[in-house]
């Protein structure tokens, strides 16, 4: 039983496929984004997939700092996706409102809605930063894997591993 | 008895080919990120996209018919390591055969076609409705020039089996140079009964998310993951017995042969989605049934004559 769960978990951290939800960003971060999915990065050598439909990924990519327009569809797109999920929060936008910050149309990050693993400051975030922070998770993941996963309850936790902010000087 | 069942289930049946299968798909990603020069992805990643699924929770939608939505992963993967009984993969004799099982491995071949199909119907979502509305259309436009291209050669051969077309060509090598139309026709059919580029409409992810598996997570995407890559081993698989049945008489040379043979028809297949773009629905369409069919069509005339005129 042990062995299927190792295999499972070791699955889990070798495959991280990404949805990427823009909730109100200036653009700037999503182009990133799309710059980190091109060949030139080549993510595919960590597993790393865009899918496009919530069903089938595991890791949120949010961007911008939540308008009211954007937060019922982020909390839903967050809750189509299957458990185990992950959250990264991209952009200064996304962790703390950035130069939105205090807008009467927006809310102040992705925290607001719902639970974020990984804040990647910056504005905009490079794509390299964006690489290290799905390695980070995916390193805190396999810390919390080994560490306490002896129950099946392992889901409940998920939503604070790797709570940690990373900056990258670029 | 025994040993039967156990060349169906272990080797050369089920467990070979999705082990198979397996490689396949990486080889498949690797050539295409080699050819928009990238590193790709590592040996083990679809055995780790397949053990990740595996975990992931599944998520039924409230519309879908529920029974449907977890049956059809399971029939259209069985259908796909039915059909892989019929075909050869040690030496010239398949597993089973009987005269007449080319027929029934084309029909086997389109029940996961059909699954996805239902598939997206059940789930009931925009997307996965279109998608699979997508999916049927297209079956109409490859399905034919892909059976009457696969049927070409058995005119010739005088035999509706596989095993017995793989026997008769490994005899006649030089035959094969007459099929070579048929060979192209059934690559390029292959290609869209595979749902890959070109002819990837169905599940254009930039357009309509993922067609008929929008709704689909966990275990029962991960099936349904497999069968499409069992689907590929399979196509080339019978792409190499019916079209390059080179034979040396040896059986692990002839095994050797098989997987030089099947690797050659991936390695084709990949070349084509590396270089080509989407096509519209309707203009796969066209381009079916104004090329592909009339060129199938020829092949069977040209098989035809030849047959008549070397008294075969
Ligand atoms: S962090 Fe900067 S670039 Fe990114 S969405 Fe906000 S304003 Fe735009």
Sequence with gaps: MSLIKKAIDWG?????????????????????????????????????????TPRHADILVCTG????????????????????????????CACSGGVFDGCYCVLGGIDRVIPVDVYIPGCAVRPEAIISAVVKLLGALEAQQKGGGKDAERRSDYSTVGREIQSFEG | MLLGLGKILIFPGFLFLTVYSLLFEYLDRKVYARLQNRMGPPWYQPLADFLKLIGKEVIIPA??????????????????AAAFIYVPVLGKEAIASFEGDLIVVLYFLTIPTMCLFLAGWYSRGV??????????????????PLFMALLAPALIAKTWSVTGMTAFFAEHPLYILINIPALFVALVAAQGKLERVPFDTPEAETEIVAGPLVEYSGRLLAIFRI???????????LVSAIFLPFMTGNIALDFVLYL???VAVLLFLALMRSVMARLRIEQMVNFCWKYLAPIAILQIVINLLVRGWLGL
């Excluded at chain 1, 700092?65 to 929060?89: C, G, H, N, W």
């Excluded at chain 2, 879908?64 to 259908?79: C, E, G, W």
């Design chain 2, 63 to 80: 519309e879908a018919n529920k029974t449907m939505f977890q049956v059809l992963p399971v029939i259209s993967l069985s259908a796909v």
């Design chain 1, 12 to 52: 889990t951290r070798k495959s991280p496929w990404i949805i990427h939800f823009n909730a109100g960003s200036c653009n700037g971060c999503d182009i990133e984004i799309v710059d980190a999915l091109t060949p030139r990065f080549d993510l595919e050598r960590l597993g790393i997939l865009q899918r496009g």
């Design chain 2, 127 to 144: 997307y996965a409705t279109v998608g699979s509305v997508r999916t049927l259309t297209q079956l109409f436009a490859y399905e034919v």
């Design chain 2, 260 to 262: 030089v043979k099947t």
């Design chain 1, 65 to 92: 700092a939540v308008s009211l327009q954007t937060k019922d569809r982020l909390k839903q797109i967050y809750d189509q996706m299957p458990e185990p999920k992950f959250v990264i929060a991209t952009g200064t």
């Design chain 2, 227 to 237: 069968t499409i890559d069992c689907e590929l081993v399979m196509i080339a698989s």
